[in-house]
């Protein structure tokens, strides 16, 4: 088959490789017929997530049709179109059995590998390092799913795959930051980062009755699909000083809750950007946290800032002080996908949300090296790229879809 | 039980052995320093030696890899003399890391750094070079004396004993636990079953069961090596504990227990294992802890962790078999030697 394969810090290579195996009983393959790229990609592809080896398969948004199960998958059969979330779980551990799948006790078989970087293991997840399993990934042709049973979900035949592939990853990303600021009636819920996991926060948000909510980013694109598609007030941090702006649009008290969509390798200028850039290049740091700070500092006393946004290691300057003096509460954590998937499914089918919409490109697997270019650099007003595993090169012209965003709201 | 039984050698003399039986398995929990979950005792000795070896192996990679960079530290002139040097290092390294005996490696290394010490001192002679070269010296100097050190301390710790064993190394008392989402039940009867534990322990072949009491085990060492013991059960509390200790002179004598504990409020059970060991013994026998049981904690913490794994979704996860791209060097040795899934 062929499979988008990592061979060091911005050296992708679609390439043939062997065809999935079944090789435990609660094992599926599954024929991929539509695969994303997401931030947490470019991580990799940038060269700060630990544990890679040359020869690694990436993706993690992948969804597909079921042609082979082990034996003890009774649930799906062969035919079946599936969804498959990004975080592997058994299901039956201390973590599943309360829904906090991306902590299954067991599915990392490096476990002790993670154990030495953060004191515990987390599950196992598709295509992101030994660190986290050594799974292959799905921007591929097929992939073995372990744990099949318990992870993929069957979608409706009259849903496009671009309007349930996002339920592998970033949609739920952005419901459970959103859930996790425990929205109530008249709150101000601010997002740093309107990539496709902010701009799933801000439409989360929406729906869980946030009164306002605020976008932050400096690309006007990113920013306009914001405002367009979830009714987000939106700051261009290059134009205004956000702290600043988020003190007078909340008469002086900070928003309610804020949300760190952006991650390990936040941008900022002056000062402390060339600071992050300094430190992280001569690994004194591992992650740049201009965001994270940002919103530790903008949050109203005794607010939640939830952090979406991946942070791998070690962070550098991070104003504790606010956390314990303001009385913050601090929510983070992988997606638990798993416990997410029903409810949302049921918010597409409703029409409540149309996750297609921030889809801005589609390209054939082959040419994976170029997307990933794309939207790492903002190229071309790039959101969200996805990747076409049986199309053909030629025919697959980078195609422009929702180019003015479609408000359901 | 646990892997690392298979490996440390021992047994081969009486009076060692008769130190086992004089150990009630399910008292072993009591001993003290044990709790915690670690390593009872680790000695500096080891300690000190691992350290040296890693420098050697350090050391070793840059003069080999970077040898006119490690010229330019030192004020060395010859590239070729570093490589050399570095693959003397390297072998030094590797020795004192994986042999049973560390005398000879650690002498080695002091015939080394009389090398060593006399190049600097000619370099220390040339005008230009002097600064680093007296640096390189001192530092040289200071490592000598480490390494006499530890070669001394060993040569004469080792006078008087009968086999060539692991220097100052005592009994080794191991704890470790896991949580399990099962009854104490349910765990005791999978347990109890002993043609299940290869499922789990990985370095088990076989166990058959012979008696009511006994057993035998198979276990592969490394290089195609294997160990046959067999045990006694001690102790059996359906639900609630079993205990053992091996009967003959195997190269593997041991001796441990494994708990059932219920976890509060229906969290399902807290395993636990207990194990005592002794790595003294035949040149085989401690050649094998020397491979193997450098690290024994994690090696029972890992098949505790398949035993988990085993119970709660009835397969280990594993990506062996899983498609790729082409793999390093690096990439397929980890993998190969099963150090990364
Ligand atoms: N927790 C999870 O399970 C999970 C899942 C998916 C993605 N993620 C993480 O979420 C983050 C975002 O993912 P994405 O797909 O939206 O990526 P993305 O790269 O498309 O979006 C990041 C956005 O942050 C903006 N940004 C950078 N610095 C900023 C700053 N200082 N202030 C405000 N905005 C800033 C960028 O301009 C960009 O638009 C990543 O870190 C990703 O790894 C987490
Ligand atoms: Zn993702
Ligand atoms: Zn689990």
Same mark, same amino acid.
């Given at each position: 088959m062929k499979a988008n394969v990592w061979y060091g810090k911005e050296q992708l290579k679609v390439e043939s490789v062997p065809d999935p195996k079944?090789?435990? $009983?609660r094992d599926a393959i599954v024929r991929i017929t539509s695969t994303a790229i997401c931030g947490s990609d470019l991580h990799i592809y940038d060269g700060y997530? $630990? /544990?890679?080896?040359? /020869?690694d398969i990436l993706g993690h948004e992948f969804m597909g049709e079921v042609v082979e199960v082990g034996p003890e998958v009774r649930n799906l059969k062969i035919g079946d179109r599936v969804v498959n979330p990004f975080p592997i779980a058994c299901g039956a551990c201390f973590f599943c059995q309360q829904s906090l799948h991306s902590l299954c006790e067991n599915s990392n078989p490096n476990a002790w590998l993670a154990e030495k970087l953060w004191g515990h293991s987390p599950a196992g997840l598709f295509g992101y390092s030994h660190l986290l399993g050594g799974f292959a990934g799905g921007q591929a042709q097929y992939a073995r799913i372990p744990f099949a049973d318990v992870g993929p979900i069957k979608v409706p035949e009259d849903l496009s795959d671009e309007q349930v592939l996002f339920l592998s990853d970033v949609f739920p990303t952005g419901y459970m930051a959103a859930e996790q600021c425990n929205i109530r009636p008249g709150d101000t819920v601010a997002v740093w980062g309107c990539g496709p996991v902010g701009l799933f926060a801000i439409k989360s948000a929406r729906l869980l009755g946030a009164e306002r909510v605020i976008a932050i980013d400096r690309f006007p694109a990113r920013l306009r699909k914001a405002s367009q598609w979830a009714d987000a007030e939106t700051l261009n941090y290059e134009q205004v000083d956000v702290r600043e702006a988020l003190e007078v649009m909340t008469g002086g008290r900070g928003p309610d809750a804020c949300i760190d969509a952006v991650g390990m390798e936040g941008h900022a200028h002056g000062a402390f950007g060339t600071y992050d850039k300094l430190k992280q290049a001569l690994w004194l740091e591992s992650d740049r946290p201009p965001a994270l700070r940002q919103a530790l500092m903008a949050c109203r006393n005794g607010g939640t800032v939830s952090i979406p946004g991946v942070y791998g290691g070690f962070v550098d300057k991070i104003p504790f002080g606010a956390v314990v003096n303001k009385a913050l509460t601090v929510r983070s954590g992988q997606t638990h996908v798993q416990r997410y998937l029903r409810p949302l499914l049921e918010l597409i089918e409703k029409g409540?949300?149309? $996750? /297609? &919409?921030?889809?801005t490109h589609r390209l054939a697997l082959e040419e994976a090296p170029r997307a990933y270019r794309m939207f790492r650099d903002k190229e071309d007003s790039c959101i969200k790229v996805v990747l076409q595993p049986w199309a053909d090169v030629p025919t697959v012209e980078p195609e422009k879809v929702h180019e003015t965003g479609r408000i359901l709201h | 039980m646990a892997t690392d039984v298979t490996q440390p050698g021992s047994g081969r003399s009486r009076s060692q052995h008769s130190a086992f039986s004089g150990i009630e398995p399910g008292g072993l929990g009591a001993h003290a320093g044990f709790r915690g979950g670690g390593l009872a005792r680790r000695d500096t000795a080891d300690s000190l030696e691992r350290g040296l070896g890693w420098f050697s192996m350090c050391l070793g990679a840059a003069a080999v890899a970077a040898p006119r960079w490690v010229c330019w530290l030192s004020g060395l002139r010859s590239p070729t003399v570093m490589r050399l040097v570095g693959t003397r290092e390297l072998t030094a390294g590797i020795g004192i890391l994986t042999q049973s005996d560390l005398a000879p490696w650690l002498w080695s290394r002091v015939v080394g750094d009389t090398f060593d010490l006399a190049a600097l001192s000619i370099a220390l002679g040339r005008r230009g070079r002097r600064g680093r070269a007296a640096v390189a010296l001192a530092a040289v100097a200071g490592v000598t004396a480490l390494d006499l050190f530890a070669a001394t301390r060993l040569t004469g710790s080792r006078a008087g004993r009968t086999a060539p064993g692991v220097s100052g190394r005592t009994d080794i008392y191991l704890e470790r636990s896991i949580a399990v989402s099962k009854s104490p039940e349910e765990c005791y009867r999978f347990w109890r079953? &002993?043609?299940?534990l290869p499922r789990f322990m990985q370095t088990l072949e076989s166990v058959q069961q012979l008696d009511e009491r006994r057993a035998r085990w198979v276990a592969k060492g490394p290089m195609a090596t294997r160990l046959e013991w067999t045990s006694e059960i001690t102790a059996d509390r359906p639900g609630e504990e079993l205990a053992w200790r091996t009967l003959d002179d195997s190269g593997a004598a041991n001796a441990g227990s494994v708990r059932f504990e219920a976890a509060p409020a229906g969290r399902g059970t807290i395993v636990r294992v207990s194990l005592h060991y002794s790595p003294r013994g035949g040149a085989l026998g401690a050649g094998l802890v020397r491979l193997l049981g450098h690290d024994p904690q994690s090696r029972i913490r890992e098949d505790l962790r398949r035993f988990k794994q085993v119970m709660e979704t009835g397969e280990i996860p594993t990506t062996r078999g899983q498609p790729s791209g082409r793999r390093s060097l690096f990439g397929r040795v980890t993998r190969q030697w099963g150090l990364m899934s």
């Open positions: 079944i090789l435990n $009983p997530i $630990p /544990g890679m080896l040359p /020869g409540s949300i149309d $996750p /297609g &919409f921030v889809v | 079953s &002993f043609e299940n």
